[in-house]
């Protein structure tokens, strides 16, 4: 029995021996903590709890291609479990609205605070309301006992857990303790940030529809195959019961029949609280007026404008303005990114505010990534990513580098700002904005999840991805910086430091949002999209995707970048990334916005592949902006009004080629990369960009005329791109297209060109011109050394 397994079976078990009852007297308790130690160990259990452990085990013993045609024939082979009627308490809550949160802050430690905040309370604090040695927490059991949840601490044990990952939790626990349970999961969001929204909620449920979803009481009355297949045409029961890319009726409705149909229930009854509505028969506090704070037109207020100002701190440079919530934004941030309680954080006991942020751990990325780096496997990626931090502590050991500051440097640390993460970007003084996120989860969730089991285990798989795939990406193509040329007052003091050049706002379940130097950000952004599907594939079959027979999927319909094409295996899940390359004085909370429009833009793309060639992975939108004043509405916008010409008669013409899937984000770095290498002069680059919007005819002459004029250059150009992106999609068309890609694969017919549409990867071969290095010059590297050819790029 494996030890996934061993714990539902544990919590079910823990649940039925528990009942409805609140309170169990001293020996009751005793008896249940043996029950576990005896499952836990492979021993035979309490003679007086045996049949509630039989009973978990016989629900897990139920085959899994089990399901019977009719209710009859389920209660005659599960007679035991049929009758079993004590109710199983269910609870599913999280933080809400998120972003609202963090991004309110416009300064980088304010929202590297409020992320490691919630990720703690995530992480750390709900896991500890349900004890054991991993999440206990002396903190946390006093504030149970203080705000009347002490109960709590003896109903729960952490086998109760069924995922607690990102940003929510979902967790059985006894019948009387749902309602409880949820209002502290809210509570402790509450107290712990002031402001951050939160929603729990929760059920109970019989012991047979944690295998076979909601059944009514008396389980006879519910809907079952015999009446569904009947009645499946009703508009009501095809929109519950319908599935994309399932046909079967019967399979259909097996498929919904299963553990995933309450959490589904929980989803709703999440959404409606979420809300504000107060539920039907609810007797818990409402939840229609969320956390606020009022503030006055004749009182001062914090640096975010939101609320009151409480102290201005002169111990901080700039001496900063804060309200309660934010000071323990900024004082949760410098804990994680040290690790401890500073010493010169004094400042934040000084207010008297009666909440320490010391007693619990407070998770820093930076220390998982060093975590990571030290795994005997990744060793070759630890020494690429230290071999400049380690060849500076070489010469100054020998005495070649003479510090005049007379400063130990023991080991790169956190970046404490958007410039000193831009500082390492080549041209300097740019950033980028990565934001990920995971394809097909809620379908895939739909028809493999059935079981709490697979639903723990899926969850620990997908967190474990998203986190390798994360850290592998930062490792490969990103080194340890040292400072130079910061003249800021708040960062001159800063130079000659080394720091890891990138800041981790969060990884949570299937999300990632980072920012790193402008110059790697595709290159990162790329090879987090591909080693999440390899490690998920590395975990087996389950995630490797069956050849489609009626619509195969066929790599060269799929991708314009027509040189070495991918092969045919794909993997169920993959992620879209929104990518945004700005200057690092940006405002933050603007980046984010625009982002999350290209991440929407590049699952948009990665939907319509999926429907149209079957093509289950990833892809990438992204956007080079150089001035904050570029973009005045948003980006579709942008592209439809600004980028795309279309005149009656002509084919419409798409200035852009984004979103790209994977193998073309790749290939397109590679263009850029081929372009430097044969020193293809920028005049003619921006040039032939300026001539674009002349038409398709005018931009294909001009750029032939460039072309052949090349000094050198002329048979990589063809090769890298001519040949590999602007081939006709019609064989028998052997004419140029060059620098145009036609969208259909109709033959170019003159009746049908005015529904022809063309793109081209010109604009954004000369927006990334400058932030991507020749490949000599990545090997050389010249991190470290603080001399760059280009300090900035013009706006």
């Known amino acids: 029995m494996n030890d996934s397994r061993k714990r539902i079976i544990t919590a079910i078990a823990w649940c039925l021996a528990w009942g409805d009852k609140e309170q169990l007297d001293a020996d009751e308790l005793s008896q249940l903590q043996q029950m576990r130690q005896a499952i836990s160990m492979g021993k035979e259990e309490p003679a007086q709890l045996k049949s509630f452990v039989d009973q978990a085990r016989r629900l897990y013993e139920i085959p899994e291609k089990y399901f019977p045609e009719t209710l009859q024939k389920l209660q ?186 309450l959490v589904g229930k929980l989803a709703n009854l999440f959404n409606q609280r979420r809300n504000g509505n107060d539920l039907p028969g609810d007797k ?68 008297n505010l009666g909440w320490q942020p010391i007693g619990i751990r407070i998770p820093s990325w930076c220390n998982e990534f060093e975590e990571f780096l030290q795994k005997p496997e990744n060793k070759l990626l630890a020494d690429s990513y230290i071999a400049e931090y380690q060849k500076f502590l070489t010469q100054q050991q020998n005495g070649q580098i003479i510090d005049n500051n007379k400063t130990i440097y023991s080991k790169p640390e956190e970046a404490r700002s958007l410039r000193e993460i831009g500082n390492a970007s080549s041209p300097a003084g740019f950033v980028a904005y990565i934001y990920a996120d995971g394809n097909n989860m809620g379908g895939y969730i739909r028809k493999q999840i059935k079981t709490p089991q697979q639903y723990r285990e899926f969850s620990n798989d997908i967190l474990d991805a998203t986190q390798q795939s994360v850290y592998k990406a930062l490792a490969k193509h990103l080194q340890a910086h040292r400072l130079n040329h910061l003249t800021d007052p708040d960062n001159e003091n800063r130079n000659e430091r080394w720091i890891h050049p990138f800041e981790i706002i969060t990884i949570g379940g299937d999300d990632v949002l980072l920012i790193v130097p402008a110059d790697k950000a595709l290159a990162v952004a790329k090879t987090i999209g591909d080693e999440f599907e390899n490690l998920l594939l590395e975990k087996g ?181 001519e040949d590999a992106w602007c081939q006709p999609k019609n064989p028998q068309n052997t004419g140029n297209l060059a620098p145009w890609m036609s969208l259909k694969e109709h033959t170019e017919d003159s009746e049908n060109q005015d529904k022809m549409t063309y793109e081209t990867i010109w604009r954004e071969l000369v927006d990334l011109y400058p932030f991507i290095a020749e490949e000599k010059d990545e090997n050389q590297g010249n991190q470290g050394t603080g001399k760059k050819d280009e300090r900035r790029v013009g706006a």
């Open 541 to 721: 079959d389950r995630y490797q995707l069956e050849t489609l027979g009626e619509k195969p999927y066929n790599p060269k319909l799929v991708h314009r970048y027509q040189k070495q094409l991918p092969e045919t295996q794909q993997c169920k899940l993959s992620m879209s990334t929104g990518l945004l390359i700005t200057a690092e004085d940006t405002p933050i909370y603007y980046a984010e916005k625009l982002t999350s429009q290209l991440l929407k833009s590049a699952k948009k793309r990665a939907k319509d592949l999926k429907r149209d060639y079957n093509y289950y992975g990833g892809t990438v939108d992204f956007l080079v902006m150089k001035a904050v004043t570029m973009i005045s509405s948003n980006i579709e916008e942008f592209r439809q009004q600004g980028l795309t010409k279309a005149k009656t008669g002509l084919p419409k013409l798409k200035l852009y080629a984004s979103p790209y899937t994977l193998h073309e984000l790749g290939g397109l770095l590679e263009t850029v990369k081929a372009l430097k290498k044969v020193e293809f002069p920028r005049s003619q680059l921006y040039q032939v960009r300026s001539l674009l919007e002349r038409g398709k005819n005018t931009a294909i002459l001009n750029y032939r005329y460039f072309r052949v004029r090349l000094k050198q250059g002329q048979d990589e150009l063809k090769t890298v791109f």
């Open 284 to 351: 818990r506090p409402s939840r229609c007026y969320p956390p606020m704070f009022e503030t006055h037109p004749y009182i001062q207020r914090d640096e975010s404008d939101r609320r009151s100002l409480i102290a201005r701190v002169t111990e901080l440079p700039n001496n900063p303005r804060f309200s309660e919530a934010l000071a323990r934004k900024r004082i949760v941030g410098d804990i994680g990114k040290l690790g401890r309680f500073k010493d010169n954080s004094q400042w934040f006991t000084n207010l």
């Open 76 to 261: 005659q082979d599960y007679s035991d479990l049929w009758e079993q009627q004590t109710p199983i308490g269910l609870v599913y809550g999280g933080a809400t609205k998120i972003k609202q949160y963090v991004f309110e802050a416009a300064k980088l430690p304010d929202i590297r605070g409020a992320s490691a905040l919630l990720d703690r309370i995530n992480l750390v604090d709900l896991p500890a309301f349900f004890g054991g040695e991993v999440a206990k927490s002396v903190t946390v059991e006093r504030w149970l006992d203080d705000n009347q949840f002490a109960d709590l601490r003896k109903a729960l044990i952490p086998e109760l857990i069924i995922y607690s990952t990102g940003g929510s939790i979902l967790a059985f626990c006894p019948a009387a303790f749902v309602d409880k349970l949820a209002n502290a999961i809210e509570k402790r969001y509450t107290h712990e940030t002031l402001t951050a929204n939160s929603c729990a909620v929760g059920d109970t449920f019989r012991l047979l529809e944690l295998r076979f979803g909601l059944l009514k009481n008396p389980i006879e009355k519910t809907l079952w195959l015999e009446e569904y297949l009947e009645k499946q045409d009703k508009a009501i029961i095809k929109a519950y019961f319908d599935l994309p890319d399932v046909t079967d009726p019967k399979e259909k409705f097996r498929d919904r029949k299963n553990f995933s149909e």
